[in-house]
């Protein structure tokens, strides 16, 4: 791509429009992951309308764009009547994964100055999501990680409680967590964290904004917010069931105290003074703009009522999925996410994965982890309502199918190289020879067919999954 000769703007344009048509669709409830479709019209144009009023604004700085304190503190304190308790504050961030990053190194500052801790520990559920990974390894703190209920999934609080150590600054609990969709016993892990001066986080990035409104719904949700006993920080994603573009979060703390140790601040050196609440330095105001536009544009009323439509959806995937013979749901799901894993085996459900995309539905795979099983994970959206029964009808053919097909498995021989290799000192050479026979050559685009790459990671160890996926992924970026 050349920036020379320019070209019109409807040319340009018509360019970006072509290149979506190999994307899975973001709208019309056929993508059940990544993508939440509340099927309402005139929010995308709104979105995108607020977005380019505040798209050239710098949210850098607030004293020169008192815009942006203003949006920030609406959506704060939006975020914070729904899910804080009095004394609540929080920042607005582009998306869970910096929530989460801030929380871990707010707690990590926190206990330096306040417990003198200088070799920090974070101990999460197995079934944290991987961010919080992502967090200990760029902020220098090591994971504890303890397994989960495997019947529930479910965290288990006493497990927790006994792995606290005096290096723990930060527990995790999930409501609900990604993989399988179950809310962790918050109350529990909040008050054992307390009982030893832990901070503990709720990790509600997926449920923050649909429990509540299910909640108003009239069914069921426990206690996991900011008024627990305990909970000292929750992040929150307008990005999912907010419905806000992507790239709009929101990480709250039980008060300013704690918060200040989020913010960076740096005087030594001749520009500018900064002061940083986020990552981020320049950032655009537009997706704060577009998610305070959003909220106002759904309402009360408006959340209570889609939730109740995704709550809708999943109560009818739920039974069709329990009446269709050979299928298990993975623990008791509190609606929003499903994950269903096939007991006849790996291969048959990675064949039904790719049976479903031929016939034009994503369903996410889930590798193993321990005992718990892979599965195929659904994100139910309001625009899912009316797709459930054609999806169902359409999994039991695809199922049908699937089971004709031929197994897929790994040779032996190479599970035992790949036992042998260590990902750490893997050349280039090695590390491209695994891949062009997993099937993974970025140059080819990825396989039409999954089932014979992702039965060769599954039964690799996690340290080379992680080395190939990542190499993966870089000869895709390649220019
Ligand atoms: C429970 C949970 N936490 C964190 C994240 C990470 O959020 P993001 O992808 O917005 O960075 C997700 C994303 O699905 C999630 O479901």
Known sequence: MS????????EVLADLRALRGADAPTR????????????????????????????TVNGLDMTVFPSVARLENDLVGAAAALLGAPGTQGTFTSGGTESILLAVKTARDHARVTRGV??????????????????????????????????????????????????TVLTVASAPSYPHGVIDPVAEIAAASAERGVLCHVDACIGGWLLPYLRRA??????????????????????????????ASVVLYRDAELRRHQYFAHAGWPGYPVVNPTVQGTKSAGLLAQAWAVLQYVGEDGYTALAAGVADASDRLLAGLRDTEGVE???????????????????????????????????????????????LHLTLTPATVDRVDGLLADLR?????????????????????????DPA??????????????GLTGAGGLPTRMAPVLVLLDALPAPLQERLLAEFVGSIFRI
Do not use: C, M
């Open 218 to 247: 009239g069914r069921p949700v426990p206690a996991f917010d900011l008024t627990v006993p305990g909970v000292t920080s929750l992040s929150v994603d307008l990005h999912k069931y907010g419905y806000a573009d992507k790239g």
């Open 28 to 55: 019309g409830g056929r993508t059940f992951a990544y993508v939440y479709d509340p099927a309402l019209p005139g929010l995308d144009e709104l979105a995108a309308a607020a977005y380019a009023e505040f798209a």
């Open 425 to 438: 000192t893997l050349g280039p050479e090695e590390v491209a020879a695994v891949l062009a026979f997993a």
């Open 329 to 375: 749901v993975l623990g008791d799901p509190s609606a929003g996410l499903v994950s269903f894993t096939l007991p006849a085996g790996l291969s048959l459900l990675l064949h039904l994965a790719d049976e479903l995309r031929e016939r034009g539905w994503y369903l996410q795979p889930q590798l193993s982890h321990g005992e718990l099983p892979a599965n």
């Open 397 to 421: 053919e695809a199922l049908k199918t699937a089971r004709t097909l031929p197994p897929v498995s790994v040779d032996p021989g190479v599970l035992e190289l790949a036992a042998a290799l």
């Open 3 to 10: 920036p020379d000769p320019a070209r019109p703007a409807a």
């Open 118 to 167: 200088t070799d920090p520990q974070l101990l999460l559920p197995a079934t944290a999501h991987a961010a919080f990974h992502k967090a200990a390894g760029y902020l220098g703190l090591e994971t504890v990680v303890v397994p989960v209920d495997p019947v529930t999934f479910r965290a288990d609080a006493d497990a927790l409680a006994a792995a606290i150590t005096d290096r």
